[in-house]
Structure formats: structure tokens, C-alpha cells
């Protein structure tokens, strides 16, 4: 059975920095392209950054020069630096692991860690 757990969300001040991880359980994620998402009440889940399986990077406009993704395979995590935070940087971040080999597509979501910004 394949499971994601996010970790580190929290409370944090407008300019302070939090880290996040997501561990996986029954998938290697080295395999895997990983984007963590974010979903504020009312609105949609959007994408804040993804790392594919040969570690290239890619970030929302909204947190460039702000975030920063990583993993360690080794550990089988994957990290999300947030720095500088913002209060409009509140949501649910959710991790996603999605391969996609041929015409098969394996996607995973966690269950989602909290983040609040505020003074």
C-alpha cells in the first residue's frame, strides 16, 4: 500500500520560514516526479513546485526566490523550504507523486499538513 505523509506545517510569522516533508511508504520516490500543492479554503489546489525523477525544478510565479524543493533519495522525502512566508502563503499543502510510464499513470496524494501565516 502506497502512503505519503506530510509533516511540518505549522504556525509561522510573516517573514519567517517553515520546512515541510513528505515521506513516502511503497513507492520509491526517486521514480517519481513530486510537486507539493497548496489549497486555501475557497479556492482551488494549485501547483507551488515540483521535482521531477532528474531533479529538475519547477516553482509557482507567486514563490519563486522564496521556496525551495528538494529530495533525498535515500530517505525516500522530499522537502519543501519555505522562506520569507507570507500570509497569503495560509493553506493545506499536499504532496503528489505522479509517474507516468507509456499508458500507465500512478498518482498519490497525502493527506495534506497546514500552514498558517500570521503575526
Known amino acids: 500500500q502506497v502512503q505519503l505523509v506530510e509533516s511540518g506545517g505549522g504556525l509561522a510569522q510573516p517573514g519567517g520560514s517553515l520546512s515541510l516533508s513528505c515521506t513516502a511508504s511503497?513507492?520509491?520516490?526517486?521514480?517519481?516526479?513530486v510537486g507539493w500543492y497548496r489549497q486555501a479554503p475557497g479556492n482551488q489546489r494549485d501547483l507551488v513546485a515540483e521535482i521531477t525523477s532528474v531533479d529538475s525544478t519547477n516553482y509557482a510565479d507567486s514563490v519563486k526566490g522564496r521556496f525551495t524543493v528538494s529530495r533525498d533519495n535515500a530517505k525516500n522525502t522530499v522537502y519543501l523550504q519555505m522562506n520569507n512566508l507570507k500570509p497569503e502563503d495560509t493553506a493545506v499543502y499536499y504532496c503528489?507523486?505522479?509517474?507516468?510510464?507509456?499508458?500507465?499513470?500512478?498518482?498519490?496524494w497525502g493527506q495534506g499538513t497546514l500552514v498558517t501565516v500570521s503575526p
Open positions: 503528489n507523486a505522479r509517474q507516468e510510464i507509456s499508458t500507465t499513470r500512478r498518482d498519490y
Open positions: 511503497g513507492i520509491s520516490f526517486s521514480r517519481y516526479r
